[in-house]
């Protein structure tokens, strides 16, 4: 049996991503603080779940900050991946965050839909405005990180949330200063919701594929198969295995058998370069044997075994 390893690696440093975001933290924590006070003063829902939305945003870059610093051990002991998967746990998190939250937006908006408070609409508007331009700062410090990173995702998606959130913010701010019409402060936060759930799901569903260890988004397996039936040489593939450690790293195994006059040795390293160069997939184990030398599985003896043990 063969193998080939290599390790997956971002265009972008950890160190780069680390600092990118604090970056985006600390522009968020000081916005935060800022946006309870006015909230509260002008009894604006939307404000106060821009300002929880936020603390999550803080929370979702520290916990994406611990991921990252528990993900770059490396691996030792039982641990022969490292703690690369904690990057996952921590997308989930998120996910299942951004649906609580939405869960909680929306029971209370519908209650303030029936009975809507007095809303400062001019303090709304402004507060709204100040958050859309730190919130776009921060959003686009997390994109210069690499996204790739379910980890990182989880972290934009939580930011773009809130930017979203300003922008329906401003709007119902705006809609309340020059009509008067206080529900539209609940309505923005529906809206809101709605985004957070949809964003949720997307986390959800991409870290549950890799717990699943299902092939990563992307990648067409069957076309895989057929690829390395194409290689010149390949009797037969069997045992085709191909999922995700980590966002950013597909690994793929699978049992070859060649023709007897093939050199097993150069056909592997022929099918891992094909396999890297294709579709990125750099962590490869690779068993390739002669057709005429494939060990019979026991469960084929005892099946022929049972087959002539019947009557005819």
Aim: glycine share 6%.
């Amino acid at each position: 049996m063969a193998h080939e390893h290599a390790h997956h690696d971002h265009s972008i440093s950890p160190d780069a991503d680390r600092r990118w975001l604090i970056t985006a933290l600390s522009l968020i924590v000081a916005f935060m603080v800022g946006e309870v006070i006015v909230g509260l003063i002008a009894e604006s829902l939307a404000l106060l779940s821009d300002a929880a939305h936020m603390l999550t945003d803080a929370a979702a870059i520290v916990l994406a900050l611990v991921a990252m610093r528990l993900a770059a051990r490396p691996a030792k002991g039982n641990f022969t991946f490292g703690l690369r998967r904690v990057e996952i746990l921590s997308a989930q998190v998120n996910g299942i965050t951004l649906w609580v939250l939405a869960a909680v937006f929306v029971i209370e908006a519908i209650d303030r839909f029936r009975n809507p408070p007095d809303v400062a609409g001019g303090l709304v508007l402004a507060t709204a405005v100040v958050g859309i331009g730190v919130n776009a700062l921060a959003t686009w410090a997390i994109s210069r990180a690499d996204r790739r990173s379910l980890n990182v995702e989880g972290a934009f998606q939580h930011l773009l949330n809130d930017l979203f959130a300003f922008v329906a913010t401003a709007v119902a701010g705006a809609i309340v200063l020059f009509t008067g019409w206080a529900r539209a402060d609940a309505v923005a936060t529906l809206l809101v919701a709605v985004s957070m759930a949809y964003a949720g799901w997307g986390l959800l569903r991409d870290s549950w594929r890799v717990f699943l260890e299902a092939a990563p988004r992307g990648l067409d397996v069957a076309r895989i198969d057929s690829d390395l039936h194409a290689v010149d040489g390949v009797v037969d593939v069997h045992d085709l295995h191909v999922w995700e450690v980590t966002s950013g790293f597909p690994n793929l195994s699978a049992h070859l058998l060649l023709a007897r006059d093939q050199d097993c040795h150069a056909r592997r390293e022929e099918i891992a370069a094909l396999l890297a160069e294709r579709y990125g997939i750099r962590h490869t184990t690779l068993q390739v044997d002669h057709a005429q030398e494939r060990l019979i599985d026991p469960a084929d003896l005892r099946s022929g075994a049972a087959r002539e043990a019947s009557p005819h």
